[in-house]
């Protein structure tokens, strides 16, 4: 098969060997729970979203903006990763060491045969989560939230569709 849109691109030989390569999307918000040693269990819905993909290891940071921490499909980082490194001019020393932090921030995560991972200690610290979580589908990556923190919406409701709207524009075309 060949691509087929942005949203899923196949690489597929239906031989003795089969090739995935299957662009990911998650949706939902799970609650979850947290060990004492960290660990959570990633939902099932998103296990199998990445049994489809063929990804096998996730990259774990904390977000950017926000306080909680995001999964990253591995192909997914690495496609950001190559965007960011492209727009770095290395011999600019600000922009390095924003590309160095960037980078550093981040950790391999693997799924274990239950379908657990590990949370390092300093990732909850950093999100504020203690044992209740959320898993929140967001796309192409997966946030992880501190239960008591995401109980709120992030738009308001009054607020949501006016939003939308003025994003998507009037009929659903884009605005200048």
Do not use: H
Not at 64 to 71: I, K
Request: proline fraction near 3%; include cysteine; aromatic fraction near 12%.
């Amino acid at each position: 098969m060949e691509k087929s849109g942005e949203v899923w691109s196949f690489l597929c030989n239906f031989g003795p060997e089969t090739y995935y390569n299957v662009r990911v999307r998650f949706l939902g918000n799970i609650e979850a729970k947290a060990d004492t040693k960290g660990r959570a269990f990633l939902p099932a819905v998103f296990r199998k979203a990445l049994q489809v993909s063929g990804e096998d290891r996730l990259v774990l940071r904390k977000d950017v903006y926000e306080q909680c921490l995001v999964l990253y499909p591995e192909q997914v980082w690495n496609e950001q990763l190559d965007i960011l490194r492209q727009r770095l001019n290395r011999w600019d020393k600000k922009q390095w060491q924003i590309f160095r932090q960037y980078v550093s921030d981040a950790e391999v995560v693997t799924l274990d045969g239950n379908g657990r991972f590990l949370i390092p200690k300093r990732y909850l610290k950093l999100a504020g989560i203690e044992q209740e979580l959320k898993f929140i589908g967001v796309d192409d990556t997966i946030e992880i939230w501190s239960k008591e923190r995401c109980d709120t919406p992030f738009v308001e409701p009054a607020d949501f569709g006016s939003a939308l709207q003025e994003l998507m524009g009037q009929n659903g075309e884009e605005t200048e």
